[in-house]
């Protein structure tokens, strides 16, 4: 892990505190001849409900789920979670921090799996009521992202492009010089700080903001991700999603709109479609973005997908001059 010492989080003392009270109370079962036992909230932020007719609280739990030494499937579990949260408390006692990859490879005979720690982690902090951050399980910077002061900006929106390779174009152009805006990628779906940053500045600034993705349900997804939050981190949603961020491109509408050649089109695969199948289950489509909706509808019923390079086959600079200057007029007109 880490040895740079970073600064201490003020919740810390009182993580340590829980942590504590946990060990405390599975210790005095065991002593007692009872079998631990550990009731985790149940989060989710959406259900496979397609038309929009259910009634999910994101911002809620809903439920319990009892995690024991009783049924054999949870051993492992349990074991996974108590080994985490030693590695937890040591990094907030000794104020370090550690990525989940370092936590995998303390133990990596017994964890098996990147899945079953991740799993861990956000047990954990249901458990404790905290972020990831908080248990200084993060990238090293930024990591208390909400201690930056004094953000101040002249730009007119921010735009949030899912490629690396789209940040690089619009750079290349001077585009935030020449359209007043802050552009941020995740590069592709985006971490656990990049999606912290994007809602402080949005909080701070008062700021529009607009996304831009590939036309493919992929795209589709990290744009979903932004706005409505992932299912992995139900449980603080309300502190990671944008519902206010709108959905600048690719549609498949713009197809015809900006005169696309055939060649710009891919067929969609066996797992792209399978992967729109599902996303047009989410019941916040109907819900919240009926017209989100309608535009994956229609990948689905024409079974191709393109790029944001695509753009670039009316001339290097098209994307950055033309198509995102319209769209963002388009929103307003």
């Known amino acids: ?173 001077q585009f935030c010089r020449a359209n007043r805006c802050i552009v941020i990628t995740g590069r592709g779906y985006p971490d656990i700080p990049t999606r912290r940053f994007l809602r402080l500045l949005i909080e701070t600034l008062h700021l529009p903001t607009y996304c831009l993705v590939d036309c493919d349900p992929y795209g589709f997804d990290i744009l979903s991700t932004y706005r409505f939050g992932s299912m992995q981190m139900a449980y603080e949603a309300k502190f990671m999603r944008n519902p206010e961020m709108s959905w600048l491109g690719a549609f498949p509408s713009d197809f015809e709109k900006y005169s696309l050649p055939t060649e710009c089109l891919l067929p969609l695969t066996a797992d792209d479609k399978r992967k729109t199948e599902a996303i047009l289950l989410r019941c916040y489509l109907q819900r919240e973005a009926p017209d989100w909706r309608f535009e994956l509808e229609l990948m689905q019923q024409r079974g191709v997908k393109f790029e944001i390079e695509a753009f670039s086959v009316h001339s290097l600079s098209y994307l950055s001059r033309e198509y995102i200057p319209s769209k963002i007029q388009g929103l307003h007109s």
Request: hydrophobic share 35%; aromatic share 6%; with cysteine.
């Open 1 to 173: 892990m880490e040895g740079n010492r970073h600064r201490s989080s003020s919740r810390a003392p009182h993580l340590l505190s829980k942590i504590r009270e946990l060990t405390k109370s599975i210790l005095d079962d065991l002593s007692n001849g009872r079998s631990p036992s550990i009731a985790i909230d149940k989060f989710r932020n959406y259900c496979r409900n397609p038309n929009g007719s259910c009634t999910c609280k994101p911002d809620f739990p809903e439920g319990k789920e009892i995690v024991t030494f009783h049924r054999e499937s949870h051993v492992h579990r349990l074991d996974v979670l108590l080994r985490v949260m030693l590695i937890v408390q040591q990094l907030l006692q000794e104020n370090r921090h550690g990525s989940k990859r370092d936590i995998y490879y303390m133990h990596p005979s017994v964890f098996r799996d990147q899945s079953v720690v991740d799993r861990a982690i956000n047990d954990l902090c249901i458990l404790l009521g905290c972020s990831r951050h908080n248990l200084n399980v993060a990238q090293p910077v930024p990591v208390h992202v909400e201690e930056v002061e004094d953000i101040l900006s002249v730009a007119d929106y921010i735009l949030v492009v899912e490629k690396e390779s789209v940040f690089q174009r619009l750079a290349n152009d």
